[in-house]
C-alpha cells in the first residue's frame, strides 16, 4: 500500500490508507505501507520514505515527497519486499505513488480520492493517461472524483466508498463538556469553510463552546479576527485519539467545507461515534448524509442557515434521534472491514 502524502499529516487519504491496512492485517493478509512520514512512522507496518515538502493543490497543501531520495527507498522497498499486488492511493501524484506506476513490477490497484481541478491533470493530459492506462484496476472514492478521472484520464472507474473504522468511534471515550458544544477539524484554509463556521457563531447562544482543531494558513488570521470570542477553543493539530474523544464528546460536528470535496468520511466518523452532523450541502456530502436522511445540511457559505441548522441539532428533537439512529446504521455500511473485502475480491482476481 503506498501513499503519496505524508502519514504525519492527518489527511483523509492518510487515514484511508492506514485503517485499511488494519482492516487487511486483521483478515490475514500481509500489508506493508510506504509513506512519507516526517517522524517516527505511526505503526510498525510502516515504511518511512523521508519528510515532505507542502505542496498546493486542489485549493489546499499535499504533504508530497517528490524528492529523488525518497524515489530511491521506495524502489528499493519494492524490490527487496517483493510484494503481489501494489496498491497506490492517488496514483498520479508526484512522488512515490507515480514512481511505482513507471516502473510497475506487479500488478497495480489505483484508488483515485481527489474531484475539482487538479492542475497537472489539465496541462500534462497526453501524459498522464498513458502512465494511467498502467495501473490494472482503477477505483474512484466517489461519483465525483470517477467523473474527474474520466475526464482527464479516460478509461474505466469502479466506485468503491471509502471506509471508517467503526469500533473506534463507536468505544471511544468521550472528552467531557461544560456545555453545548461544536467541533470542527481540518485544515484552516478557504476551501474548509472555518470562516463561515466562526460567522453563524454570532447568532448562536452564548453558552456554546465550539472546539477548533488543526491549523493552516488562516488559522493567525482569524484568530486576529474572532480574538473577542472567548468561546472558541483554538486546539491545534490534535492525534487520532484526540479526535476519536472530541467526536464522541462533541454535541454537533460541523462540517462547513466550500468545495473541492470528493467524498465526506469525516461525516461517517461522526456517525459513527453517535454525534449528530450538519454539513454544507456540496454534492458529496448530501450523498453520505442521504439528502438529510442521516445528518443535517445547510446552504453551502451561508453563516446564518448554518447557525439555524446548528440550532436544530441541539434541539435533541424526536426526529434527531431517528437521525441519529439511520446515521449509525449508515455508517455501517461503511465499515472498513466492508471495504477490506471488497479489495481483496479484486487484488485476487488480479492475481488470478
Same mark, same amino acid.
Given at each position: 500500500?503506498?501513499?503519496?502524502?505524508?502519514?504525519?499529516? +492527518?489527511? /483523509?487519504?492518510?487515514? &484511508?490508507?492506514? =485503517?485499511?491496512?488494519?482492516?487487511?492485517?486483521?483478515?490475514?493478509?500481509?500489508?506493508?505501507?510506504?509513506? *512519507?512520514?516526517?517522524? *517516527?512512522?505511526?505503526?510498525?507496518?510502516?515504511?518511512?520514505? /523521508?519528510?515532505?515538502?507542502?505542496?498546493?493543490?486542489? =485549493?489546499?497543501?499535499?504533504?508530497?515527497?517528490?524528492?529523488?531520495?525518497?524515489?530511491?527507498?521506495?524502489?528499493?522497498?519494492? +524490490?527487496?519486499?517483493?510484494? $503481489?499486488?501494489?496498491?497506490?492511493?492517488?496514483?498520479?501524484?508526484?512522488?512515490?505513488?507515480?514512481?511505482?506506476? !513507471?516502473?510497475? *513490477?506487479?500488478?497495480?490497484?489505483?484508488?483515485?480520492?481527489?474531484?475539482?481541478?487538479?492542475?497537472?491533470?489539465?496541462?500534462?493530459?497526453?501524459?498522464?493517461?498513458?502512465?494511467?492506462? %498502467?495501473?490494472?484496476?482503477?477505483? #474512484?472514492?466517489?461519483?465525483?472524483? #470517477?467523473?474527474?478521472? %474520466?475526464?482527464?484520464?479516460?478509461?474505466?472507474?469502479?466506485?468503491?466508498?471509502?471506509?471508517?473504522?467503526?469500533?473506534?468511534?463507536?468505544?471511544? $471515550?468521550?472528552? *467531557?463538556?461544560?456545555?453545548?458544544?461544536?467541533?470542527?477539524?481540518?485544515?484552516?484554509?478557504?476551501?474548509?469553510?472555518?470562516?463561515?463556521?466562526?460567522?453563524?457563531?454570532?447568532?448562536?447562544?452564548?453558552?456554546?463552546?465550539? +472546539?477548533?482543531?488543526?491549523?493552516?494558513?488562516?488559522?493567525?488570521?482569524?484568530?486576529?479576527?474572532?480574538?473577542?470570542?472567548?468561546?472558541? @477553543? +483554538?486546539?491545534?493539530?490534535?492525534?487520532?485519539?484526540?479526535?476519536?474523544?472530541?467526536?464522541?464528546?462533541?454535541?454537533?460536528?460541523?462540517?462547513?467545507?466550500?468545495? =473541492?470535496?470528493?467524498? =465526506?468520511?469525516?461525516?461517517?466518523?461522526?456517525?459513527?461515534? /453517535?454525534?449528530?452532523?450538519?454539513?454544507? $450541502?456540496?454534492?458529496?456530502?448530501?450523498?453520505?448524509?442521504?439528502?438529510?436522511? !442521516?445528518?443535517?445540511?445547510?446552504?453551502? /457559505? @451561508?453563516? &446564518?442557515?448554518?447557525?439555524?441548522?446548528?440550532?436544530?441539532?441541539?434541539?435533541?428533537?424526536?426526529?434527531?434521534?431517528?437521525?441519529?439512529?439511520?446515521?449509525?446504521?449508515?455508517?455501517?455500511?461503511?465499515?472498513?472491514?466492508?471495504?477490506?473485502?471488497?479489495?481483496?475480491?479484486?487484488?485476487?482476481?488480479?492475481?488470478?
Amino acid at each position: 500500500m503506498i501513499c503519496p502524502y505524508s502519514l504525519a499529516v +492527518w489527511g /483523509g487519504v492518510q487515514s &484511508q490508507v492506514l =485503517g485499511l491496512s488494519r482492516a487487511l492485517r486483521r483478515r490475514g493478509i500481509t500489508t506493508q505501507v510506504l509513506a *512519507p512520514c516526517d517522524g *517516527p512512522p505511526p505503526e510498525p507496518w510502516v515504511t518511512p520514505l /523521508g519528510n515532505s515538502i507542502p505542496y498546493a493543490q486542489n =485549493g489546499s497543501f499535499a504533504p508530497l515527497a517528490p524528492d529523488p531520495a525518497a524515489q530511491l527507498r521506495v524502489l528499493a522497498a519494492i +524490490w527487496d519486499e517483493r510484494f $503481489d499486488i501494489i496498491h497506490l492511493h492517488e496514483p498520479l501524484a508526484p512522488g512515490p505513488t507515480l514512481t511505482s506506476v !513507471f516502473v510497475k *513490477p506487479v500488478p497495480l490497484v489505483g484508488t483515485f480520492h481527489a474531484s475539482g481541478r487538479i492542475t497537472p491533470y489539465r496541462w500534462a493530459k497526453p501524459v498522464v493517461r498513458r502512465l494511467a492506462a %498502467r495501473i490494472d484496476h482503477k477505483v #474512484a472514492v466517489s461519483p465525483e472524483a #470517477a467523473g474527474m478521472a %474520466r475526464r482527464h484520464l479516460d478509461g474505466e472507474y469502479e466506485i468503491l466508498f471509502n471506509g471508517i473504522e467503526t469500533t473506534r468511534y463507536a468505544t471511544a $471515550d468521550a472528552e *467531557p463538556t461544560d456545555g453545548p458544544t461544536v467541533f470542527f477539524l481540518g485544515r484552516h484554509e478557504p476551501r474548509k469553510g472555518l470562516r463561515v463556521l466562526l460567522e453563524a457563531a454570532r447568532f448562536l447562544p452564548a453558552d456554546v463552546k465550539l +472546539w477548533i482543531a488543526g491549523h493552516g494558513p488562516e488559522t493567525a488570521e482569524l484568530q486576529t479576527a474572532f480574538a473577542n470570542d472567548d468561546r472558541i @477553543d +483554538w486546539l491545534g493539530p490534535i492525534s487520532e485519539e484526540e479526535k476519536r474523544r472530541r467526536l464522541k464528546g462533541a454535541d454537533v460536528f460541523c462540517v462547513p467545507s466550500l468545495g =473541492g470535496e470528493s467524498f =465526506g468520511v469525516v461525516l461517517l466518523e461522526a456517525m459513527a461515534a /453517535g454525534t449528530p452532523v450538519v454539513a454544507s $450541502d456540496l454534492p458529496a456530502y448530501r450523498v453520505v448524509a442521504g439528502d438529510g436522511r !442521516f445528518a443535517g445540511l445547510f446552504r453551502t /457559505g @451561508d453563516s &446564518q442557515d448554518l447557525a439555524k441548522a446548528l440550532l436544530e441539532a441541539f434541539s435533541m428533537s424526536p426526529t434527531l434521534d431517528d437521525q441519529l439512529d439511520r446515521g449509525l446504521l449508515r455508517a455501517e455500511e461503511f465499515s472498513m472491514t466492508r471495504l477490506a473485502d471488497l479489495y481483496v475480491e479484486r487484488y485476487l482476481r488480479l492475481l488470478s
